[in-house]
């Protein structure tokens, strides 16, 4: 499997956002979908998750209101629409996906997930 984040880029303070993950080869139902962040000197820090075919949907506490996780079957590719973004959102974010099915109490798991994207940056000022 292998996974394409897009979509990040330079926004102010209160705008948004919408990064895309593309995924080729096999996706299942049950099959974990996450996107993380991480920013210099900090820990890849969870943000939002999906299991595909299932979507129960699992966000931060921090994004919790502001963000959305989806995804698109036919296009095999997983969304998060960011919306208020704040100074404190900037971060690399990764998008990640399972090998196998997974539980719920592992989707906020960075070992959760066995393929990651390359990272798509995304900076918001102030």
């Known amino acids: 499997v292998q996974l394409q984040a897009s979509g990040g880029g330079l926004v102010q303070a209160g705008g948004s956002l919408r990064l895309s993950c593309v995924a080729s080869g096999r996706t299942f139902r049950g099959q974990g979908k996450a996107w993380f962040r991480h920013t210099p000197g900090k820990e890849r820090e969870f943000v939002a998750a999906i299991r595909w075919g299932i979507d129960n949907k699992y966000y931060s506490d921090s994004v919790k209101g502001r963000f959305t996780i989806s995804r698109d079957n036919a296009k095999s590719t997983v969304y998060l629409e960011m919306n208020q973004l704040k100074p404190e959102d900037t971060a690399l974010y990764y998008c990640?996906?399972?090998?196998?099915?997974?539980?719920?109490?592992?989707?906020?798991?960075?070992?959760?997930?066995?393929?990651w994207g390359q990272g798509t940056q995304v900076t918001v000022s102030s």
């Open positions: 990640a996906a399972s090998r196998a099915g997974i539980i719920l109490s592992s989707l906020r798991e960075v070992g959760s997930y066995d393929y």
